[in-house]
């Protein structure tokens, strides 16, 4: 069964523009990571946010978490054609097997 | 390293043949696990392994389902028999010191059974 949901289910904007992504989960974690998978190929690491962790950063990816409530967004700003994939968060609970869980991901895409 | 590497990149073969899907891990790594990602069901958890050893296979299917990691550089996940409703992309990925840490992912074997 799926812990962490994204939403929307699918994002379509231009070149330039920012695109957020977010996850909701039902139980507590450990910590929260963003995952990004082109078109038939394998699931690549962004970002790992721990639970006492608020925002982090890398390059263009900015992610946010509120452990109260239980969300996190993936914020791509000046987007490009090459960002087009699809992302997936995937939790990881607390007092659990520290297994991550993935989301059924957003579909990005960006038009040149 | 060349990451995670998994073979075949896909397969095609008629219900009820064995079908044999191969993962070698990154060096070094203590943990590996077997995911099944299909449109309906989104990405779900088949097995893991700490050190070779099978941790948790409760998200295997059925018994026509079996994993093994006969040593830290090499794992199968084998269908016997296959059915149509396997047909999915079969990832292996691999992290040290567990899932609470980065998993890194092979590229995927595509199994169409017909």
């Known amino acids: 069964s799926q812990q962490g949901e994204e939403d929307p289910q699918a994002l379509s904007i231009q070149e330039g523009e920012n695109a957020t992504m977010n996850c909701s989960y039902k139980?507590?974690?450990?910590?929260l990571q963003w995952y990004r998978q082109n078109s038939g190929r394998g699931l690549v690491h962004l970002i790992l946010?721990?639970?006492?962790?608020r925002e982090k950063h890398s390059g263009r990816l900015r992610v946010t978490l509120d452990t109260s409530k239980k969300s996190s967004s993936l914020l791509i700003t000046a987007s490009r054609a090459a960002d087009t994939a699809s992302y997936f968060c995937a939790t990881v609970t607390s007092g659990g097997s520290y297994i991550p869980t993935f989301g059924r991901g957003t579909s990005l895409i960006v038009h040149p | 390293d060349a990451g995670v590497i998994q073979s075949p990149r896909h397969e095609v073969t008629e219900m009820g043949q064995e079908v044999t899907l191969r993962c070698k891990p990154i060096?070094?790594?203590?943990?590996l696990f077997w995911y099944r990602q299909t449109m309906m069901r989104g990405l779900e958890l088949l097995i893991y392994?700490?050190?070779?050893?099978?941790?948790?296979d409760s998200g295997m299917p059925e018994d026509r389902f079996s994993a093994k990691m006969p040593n830290a550089s090499f794992s199968t996940l084998k269908i016997q028999p296959s059915e149509p409703r396997d047909s999915a992309v079969y990832f292996c990925?691999?992290?040290?010191?567990?899932?609470?840490?980065?998993?890194?992912f092979g590229a995927g074997s595509r199994l169409t059974v017909l």
């Open positions: 060096s070094g790594h203590d943990y």
């Open positions: 946010i721990r639970s006492n962790e």
């Open positions: 990925a691999s992290s040290l010191g567990g899932g609470a840490n980065v998993l890194t």
């Open positions: 392994f700490n050190n070779n050893v099978p941790i948790d």
């Open positions: 139980t507590s974690i450990n910590n």
